[in-house]
């Protein structure tokens, strides 16, 4: 005969919903101290996505920076600089920064 097994339900969550970036620019990155943060020109808060040759990383901008006039798109933490352009010695990385 044969025996039959109890079959355990689980629970199956939704995947999380990806965030949609609506808007992209492309240009170079720079590093500095800044303790995790990720300055912008964005409104401190945006939602924001920073691709680099190496991965990206998501989070929220910091705002108050960098000046227009110096040629940089963002100043990105010595941290997120490591995980999407390399090591810092390459001093400045081609990035696409995506924000909602």
């Known amino acids: 005969p044969v025996k039959a097994t109890p079959v355990k339900a689980t629970l199956v969550r939704p ?6 970036y609506r808007y992209r620019a492309s240009g170079r ?3 500095g101290p800044f ?3 990720v300055i912008t020109r964005l409104p401190p808060g945006t939602q924001i996505r920073v691709c680099g040759r190496l991965g990206c990383w998501e989070g929220v901008s910091s ?3 960098p000046s227009a006039d110096g040629g940089n798109l963002v100043d990105l933490s010595s941290e997120v600089f490591r ?3 390399g090591p810092l ?3 400045v990385g081609s990035i696409v920064l995506s924000w909602r």
Request: aromatic share 4%; glycine share 28%; hydrophobic share 40%.
């Open 35 to 37: 303790g995790g943060a």
């Open 29 to 31: 990155a720079t590093w």
């Open 15 to 20: 995947p999380t919903p990806a965030i949609v």
């Open 83 to 85: 995980r999407v352009c």
């Open 89 to 91: 010695g390459v001093g």
């Open 63 to 65: 705002g108050h920076g």
